[in-house]
């Protein structure tokens, strides 16, 4: 038998240590994902692919000009966790797509909306509005995408979340909501008083009274959050009205 030499046998070393390294942190990562309440699950989306969930009204759609939400779910937040909201905007007329990240981790698929984009472009509906919308991370990530893809792109809404510098929406002309909440200590309030420098002078600026940062979603109590003083579903309700309001009124 031929003997290894001592550059192959380090090699195998390294990728030996890599793969379980690899193997440990994704294992933490699924251990430390934030799962749907029993509220969200019973909630069935319209269409589920490896890519997205997608709500959309079981009634006809009212709107003349169909609109979509592209959302992109906070870090390690599953999709499944902002069913309550998204079916109450698909309600209303709306279609919402809920994206399916790797590892729930946006930032390991920032171009995630192109599935989105790309499906509805050879669709009939190739003229709709497409809006992002981003959680927490999925924020960040989602005004990045915006920014790189302004002519796709009719708005943006930032839920307990603000731009950075590579995703700044400064100079481009779409309408932006900012909803954050009074008890959310997750948010990092400094940059996001920082971040408003990213934003457009027509930013529509909310805060929901007694709610917190896992209140954008349905998945329990979050690490490092501030308690709520109102139920979560008193704040699923207040967001979606909060955005249905707000698409009615860029809309006319």
């Given at each position: 038998m031929k003997k290894w030499r001592w550059w192959q046998k380090m090699l195998l070393g390294i990728l030996v240590v890599f793969l379980f390294v690899t193997a440990g942190g994704s294992l933490y990562l699924k251990e430390n994902t934030y799962e749907p309440s029993k509220a969200a699950t019973v909630i069935k989306p319209t269409k589920a692919t490896k890519d997205y969930e997608l709500f959309v009204s079981s009634q006809p759609n009212k709107n003349e000009e169909q609109t979509n939400l592209i959302f992109y779910p906070g870090a390690l937040v599953a999709p499944a966790s902002y069913r309550i909201w998204a079916q109450a905007v698909a309600d209303a007329g709306y279609s919402v797509y809920v994206l399916k990240l790797p590892?729930?981790?946006?930032?390991?698929?920032?171009?995630?909306?192109?599935?989105?984009?790309?499906?509805n472009a050879k669709a009939k509906n190739a003229k709709a509005k497409n809006i992002l919308v981003g959680h927490s991370l999925g924020g960040v990530m989602a005004s990045r995408y915006g920014q790189n893809h302004q002519k796709e792109i009719a708005g943006m809404i930032f839920l307990a979340s603000y731009p950075d510098e590579k995703g700044s929406l400064k100079k481009v002309n779409i309408p932006v909501l900012s909803i954050t909440a009074s008890q959310d200590q997750v948010l990092n309030k400094t940059q996001y008083q920082k971040s408003k420098a990213y934003l457009p002078d027509n930013t529509t600026f909310l805060e929901i009274k007694g709610g917190n940062h896992a209140g954008f979603g349905s998945y329990g109590a979050q690490k490092g959050d501030g308690?709520?003083?109102?139920?979560?579903?008193?704040?699923?309700?207040?967001?979606?009205?909060?955005?249905?309001?707000?698409?009615k009124k860029i809309k006319s």
């Open positions: 590892l729930n981790l946006a930032v390991l698929a920032p171009n995630k909306a192109d599935v989105v984009l790309g499906k308690k709520a003083t109102i139920s979560n579903s008193q704040q699923q309700k207040e967001l979606s009205e909060a955005i249905i309001n707000w698409l």
